[in-house]
Structures are given as structure tokens and as C-alpha cells.
């Protein structure tokens, strides 16, 4: 039986997109693998090898959840665990529009998911997984959208800037303690998901880069997950990460 020390690694948003193919090499790569995501995806499961637990749940509603992931990190002690890391890649779009012509529900909900629920599973992570003493680090999934400002996208543009000023003030904190978690808010490039087809397939009557988006899909600029969750990686596994709380793929 192999009782060596296994890397542990929770992602969310992993049922499809770039979270998806994060969890998936973090599988290749022989890690034990959590994902919190409102449907788990079977592909996933077809490579986990025993290794992967897949938890369905709403972010929109990320109390319960961190409650549950606090218990499940501080279960791990005694359990042989190499290292552990979180990463907060769930996000929502909120309609492209100008603010004041969004509704309030389809605001909370993308703040919630974006915002709230990295906030409070960071929380939960950080204050189970001290016990551990073994590296921990945590990846904020961001945005070049959180550095500079885009007129129709103010709520996400708002999520991954907050998401880069929690971890700067969080890798403050943590350079303070004993054995103190390393957090990186990382944008990953512009990567062919989803949220880039709601992008480019937005009105450009009240999205104005609507014609920015679709060049990029057009002039083949865009990343596939798999590339792009590969460059996260790679990221993640510098011998500086955490160094400067802020980073980007593309430099």
C-alpha cells in the first residue's frame, strides 16, 4: 500500500472551462483533488483513480460550504499530507451593461460567487489548514479586468480587483505567522470559455468592446483551458510564488 504523503488541492469551479482542466492535471499529476461546483462533471471523475471527491454546491450561498470545507481540511490531520492548496477559480458574469441597467439579483449573484464565497472558503481553508503544518497555498483565479477598468463590466471588474486586494492584505497577514500560507491573485489570460462566447455575443450597444472579444476569437488569440490551466500551473509551481501577491501568466 502507498502511504507516501499526498499533495492535496481543492478547486472550485471545476465542472467545466478552466476549472476543469486545472483539476484534471492536478489529477495527472497523482494529487488528491476536491472540487465545489454546482454540478460535478462525470469526465472528471473518469481520471480521478479513487483520488478526486466532487461536492455539489451553490457558491451564491457560500456559508454552509466553507463550513464544510473547514471540517474536511481539518480532517485531514494524521493523514499524511505533503501540501495544500486552494483554488478560487468560480466566477459569474453578471449581464454586460452599464451598472445601473443591471438587476439587483443578477448582481448579488455574481458578487456572491465571485467575491464572497473565495473570501469565506479562504477564511475556512486558512484557519483549518494551520493545524497541518505542512505548505499551504492559495491561487486567486483574477483577471487583467481587475487592473483596468472596462465601461459595461463594473461588477466583474469589481470581483477580481476585489479578489486582488484580499490577497494582498492576506499575504500580509499570513507573512506574519509561523508556517504562514502563500496566496497569489493570478490573472490567467484570455482563454477560449464560456465567458468569452457571453462576451463576444453581447450587445455592442451597451457593451462597447463587444468587437474586442470577438477579434480575439477571430485572430485566434485565445487560449484553450487546457493551455491556459497549464500556465496557471506552472505559476503555482514557482519557487517565488507568493512573492508578489499579484501576478499575470503573460509576464
Known sequence: MNTAPSSVSIVTGASRGLGFAIAQQLLARGHRVLTLQRSPNPALADSGGGRLEQWSCDLAAPAEPARA?????????GTGVASLTLVNNAAGLARLAPLG???ADDLAQALRVGLEAPLLLTSAFLRAGAALQVPRKVLNISSGLGRRAMAGSAVYCAVKAGLDHMSRAVALEEAQRPNGARIVSLAPGVIDTDMQVQLRDADPAVFAEQRLFASLKSEGRLDSPDAAAAKVLACLDRADFGTDPIGDVRT
Open 69 to 77: 470545507l473547514h471540517d474536511w481540511v481539518a480532517a485531514l490531520a
Open 101 to 103: 441597467e443591471i438587476d
